[in-house]
């Protein structure tokens, strides 16, 4: 499935039709399944304005595009090849006809409707000051949270609203509560620099330390995630080093892995946990890494 049949499939889903011709049921709040996707479409369409309609100056901009109307009854993958519906997508943003972007995991650009309706909010919020803030924001924000809440099946109280991905990730590693002093923590070294900073924040602030030597890799093609993945002991790249630490892991911890080669930078452990994989296997992982990380070290 691509991009397009994935975006296609969530607005079907957003819109009330039935993906594939499927049948609408009925879903409790343990059983809700959302993409990211489908939430960041329920979330704009259920979005509270703090200010007023007014009506538009001479000389204003023209006002935005209608809403996206999403036909229905059209199977996600017919709508993905549909030309004319995806142009009208692409008219809702305003980018230079100077280049084509292809950079957008650095910004992501607001579609006009929302552009629009954050000027005119920044607009209201310099009008009427410290009296909104201190009279009207947090009721009003705490509706956009419950009607969020309520897109994602989850209390109004588990919702935070941050200014983005970045603040909301740096607040959840800096926050996590069940983090006790001497605890390991380990992430990947393909990590956005700045979640990287607040991981390793957590030695200094949180007494928390990571595995010395250890290298935990990412995987290649997205659909075979699955918790490390792989892992490398620094300085440790040869054949004959990591099939000794799989024997390792095997004959004294009694972990199966096997040792992975290909990589560019030398080869590596491969970790490959299942559907029925235990939380408890996990965890014997965790221990035995630290013990490897020791005994293997360059």
């Given amino acids: 499935m691509g991009l397009r049949d994935t975006v ?6 957003i819109s009330g039709n039935p993906p594939y011709g499927g049948s609408r049921r009925a879903r409790g709040r343990n059983a809700m399944v959302m993409s990211r996707r489908q939430m960041v479409a329920g979330i704009g369409a259920l979005a509270v304005p703090f200010a007023p309609s007014a009506p538009r100056p001479p000389g204003a901009e023209p006002p935005a595009p209608d809403p996206l109307v999403v036909p229905a009854g059209v199977a996600p993958e017919k709508l993905a090849r549909d ?14 006809p100077d280049f084509v972007n292809l950079e957008n995991g650095y910004y992501g650009i607001m579609p006009e409707p929302v552009r629009r309706e954050y000027h005119r909010n920044v607009d209201h919020l310099n ?17 956009i949270r419950q009607r969020v809440a309520s897109v994602l099946g989850a209390a109004k109280e588990e919702i935070a609203l941050t200014r983005g991905g ?31 900073y607040a991981m390793n924040w957590l030695a200094d602030r949180r007494g928390v330390r990571d595995i010395p030597n250890m290298e935990i890799l990412t995987p290649e093609e997205p659909p075979m995630y699955g918790t490390i993945t792989a892992f490398r002991i620094t300085g440790r790249v040869s054949e004959a080093d990591n099939v000794a630490i799989t024997d390792y892991l095997l004959d004294r911890h ?8 290909g990589p560019v930078r030398g080869d590596c452990v491969r970790v490959t946990p299942a559907l029925f994989t235990s939380r408890d296997d996990v965890d014997l992982l965790a221990l035995a890494l630290h013990d490897v990380a020791r005994r293997f070290t360059a």
């Fill in 8 to 13: 296609a499939a969530d607005w079907n889903a």
């Fill in 83 to 96: 030309e004319g519906f995806w142009r009208s997508v692409a008219r809702r943003f305003r980018v230079s």
């Fill in 127 to 143: 009008e009427w000051n410290s009296h909104l803030l201190r009279m009207t924001y947090k009721p009003r924000a705490d509706e």
């Fill in 166 to 196: 970045t603040e909301a990730l740096q607040n959840l590693i800096a926050g996590y509560r069940r983090l006790r002093p001497g605890d390991s923590v380990m992430y990947a070294d393909l990590d956005y620099h700045s979640m990287q």
């Fill in 254 to 261: 009694r972990v199966f892995t096997v040792r992975r080669g």
